[in-house]
């Protein structure tokens, strides 16, 4: 709940209870006995004033409880509670510009940005909740980052929140968390639509590579696969849909995909949910026995676009992961797909949402986790 509107019901209650003490319903009530029985005016005052005191110690206890839930709410809203826009506002207003810049001049330097942020985010958020836990280096090789599925991450998406982790520090020292800066990093990157970034998250203070198998999804998953991990993040069909369209800015590793281009079955070594013409172009870009570095865009079409070409092109049989295609040949998930490709406003309706949601995955907030000084150690 919105903290203006909490307030202004419990004013509103508040002035309902003192409305009840002043209108003249209780002075009839309470004269009654006097009004039918005037054998005994003292005994009637008497009675009058006694039921008057209990009204008045009810009306004032009433109006407590209303302002100590207000109280405990505020506690809440700022601690152990939630996230909320604005919540640098008092104590680093500018931290959103501040990141802004930082995104900016590191897309500057290489396109590779935009991936590599959004990636980061979701990997993280999907690994213990949004707590910059990916961030954490480790000399034994052990921490988060350090594990199998996360060893495909792009460096720039790692230095995209140092640089803005650092931009931060030199005008609000000790305030904002990595995990809130890789969140706005992660909205502003992708130059799609534009939302406001729920804000509030701390530091984890758990990093570790034994953590991660089995939480992020696999190149060969079909949907119900895909619908079940999403679902442990309170995450729907929809969301996972629409988070899928951030692929419209990826690349992947050769590696990634090659058995749809050479041994996807005894019967059919290319995949016959891909486009033929598509397929010999990957093989092109990825013959047998590539350079394991070697990667190709997502989508084939506008690569550094942020737009809904992704889903035209499931629609085309050009999905390049089969998680990704299954989202079309899949009947259960085909009608979102295609709305999606006809209706880039929809798409972009579902990616703000999904996004908010995700960003919300397992956060840390109030006493919770710490605000790292450096995001690639815990304080010390």
Do not use: W
């Not at 039921?51 to 008045?56: D, F, H, N, Y």
């Not at 100590?68 to 709410?73: E, K, N, R, W, Y």
């Not at 001049?105 to 690994?127: E, G, S, W, Y």
């Amino acid at each position: 709940m919105d903290i203006f509107i909490c307030l202004s019901q419990v004013i509103s209650q508040i002035k309902q209870l003192v409305t009840e003490l002043e209108e003249d319903f209780y002075l009839s009530s309470l004269l009654l006995p006097y009004i039918y029985d005037h054998s005994d005016m003292g005994m009637a005052c008497g009675q009058f004033e006694g039921q008057r005191e209990v009204i008045l110690v009810r009306k004032k206890m009433e109006i407590r409880r209303v302002l100590t839930l207000f109280i405990v709410f505020l506690i809440l809203q700022r601690g152990e509670g939630q996230l909320s826009q604005g919540f640098y506002n008092a104590t680093c207003p500018d931290v959103e510009s501040i990141v802004r810049k930082a995104v900016e001049n590191k897309f500057k330097q290489t396109f590779v940005t935009i991936p590599a942020t959004l990636r980061l985010f979701f990997h993280d958020c999907f690994i213990g909740g949004c707590d910059a836990s990916i961030m954490i280096s480790s000399p034994n090789g052990d921490a988060e980052k350090d594990a199998p599925d996360n060893l495909s991450l792009a460096g720039d998406g790692f230095d995209t929140v140092i640089k803005a982790k650092q931009a931060v520090e030199a005008k609000c020292p000790k305030v904002v968390s990595c995990a809130d800066i890789m969140a706005i990093a992660a909205r502003d990157v992708a130059g799609g639509p534009s939302f406001e970034v729920e804000l509030g998250r701390r530091d984890g203070l758990v990093s570790q590579a034994s953590r991660v198998a089995g939480k992020l999804p696999q190149p060969n998953f079909n949907l119900g696969q895909l619908n079940t991990m999403f679902a442990k993040n309170n995450l729907t069909q929809t969301d996972m849909i629409a988070l899928s369209g951030a692929h419209t800015v990826g690349f992947s590793h050769c590696s990634r995909f090659a058995n749809r281009l050479y041994s996807f079955s005894p019967s059919s070594p290319v995949d016959p949910d891909l486009d033929p013409t598509y397929a010999q172009q990957l093989k092109q870009e990825c013959p047998q026995n590539v350079d394991p570095s070697i990667a190709v865009n997502m989508d084939p079409v506008t690569p550094q676009n942020f737009d809904n070409k992704y889903f035209k092109n499931l629609v085309a049989k050009k999905g390049l992961f089969t998680s990704d295609e299954v989202l079309f040949t899949n009947p259960a998930s085909k009608p979102t797909v295609v709305h999606f490709s006809k209706k880039q406003n929809f798409f972009n309706g579902a990616f703000i949402t999904a996004m908010a949601k995700l960003g919300r995955v397992g956060v840390k907030t109030g006493k919770a986790g710490e605000i790292r000084l450096d995001c690639t150690s815990f304080n010390s």
